[in-house]
Structures are given as structure tokens and as C-alpha cells.
């Protein structure tokens, strides 16, 4: 299994950044995949899962309205649409298969920074 992260960066207070993570070595569209933040010296934080299937969708309520979570099965690559972005989203974002703090594999993650 591989996940790939890609599309952090630095980025303006109000700007957006668009994460992706390609995945391989499993069969993509059988499952829950999310994203997982984790800031200097805090744990990780969940922050989005879409299901397998239907594609339903959840978030942490710090990052609803701002953050959007997609998938492209065809592609076998999920999508964090970053919007609005505080200082406090500084992170390094990680990509992870499963859901409910269920995970099975991680990605080795791709750095958000938030500052003027």
C-alpha cells in the first residue's frame, strides 16, 4: 500500500490550497479514506473522511464550511479542498485509509503553513 500527498505549501490567512493523495496497492473504492492533521506539538487531529460507496461525507466542525473532502475512484486519489485558511490550520496533513480513528495505512504526509 501507497499514498502519496502532494499540495501543501505556504499560503496567505484567507488563502486556499488543494491537498491530494494518490493511492495504490489496494482496491481504492472499497474504502473509507480521510485526512488527519497533526500541529507542532499538539496529537493528531481528524479532520475529514468520504466513504466508500455513496461518498458520504464528514468533517471536524472547526474546518466545516471551509474544507471540502472528495474522491476520484477512477483516479484512486482523494481531494482536500482548503479554503479560508487560518493560522491555526498549520499542520502537516496526512492522507490515511479508513475512518472512525480505524486506520489501516498512512501517508507520510505534506506541510500546510498558514502566515503573512
Known amino acids: 500500500v501507497q499514498l502519496v500527498e502532494s499540495g501543501g505549501g505556504l499560503v496567505q490567512p484567507g488563502g486556499s490550497l488543494r491537498l491530494s493523495c494518490a493511492a495504490s496497492g489496494f482496491t481504492f473504492s472499497s474504502y473509507s479514506m480521510s485526512w488527519v492533521r497533526q500541529a507542532p506539538g499538539k496529537e493528531r487531529e481528524f479532520v475529514a473522511t468520504?466513504?466508500?460507496?455513496?461518498?458520504?461525507?464528514y468533517y471536524t466542525d472547526s474546518v466545516k464550511g471551509r474544507f471540502t473532502i472528495s474522491r476520484d475512484n477512477t483516479k484512486n486519489t482523494v481531494y482536500l479542498q482548503l479554503n479560508s485558511l487560518k493560522p491555526e490550520d498549520t499542520a502537516v496533513y496526512f492522507c490515511a485509509v479508513g475512518s472512525s480513528d480505524n486506520y489501516h495505512y498512512w501517508g507520510q504526509g505534506t506541510q500546510v503553513t498558514v502566515s503573512s
Open positions: 468520504i466513504s466508500w460507496g455513496v461518498g458520504n461525507t
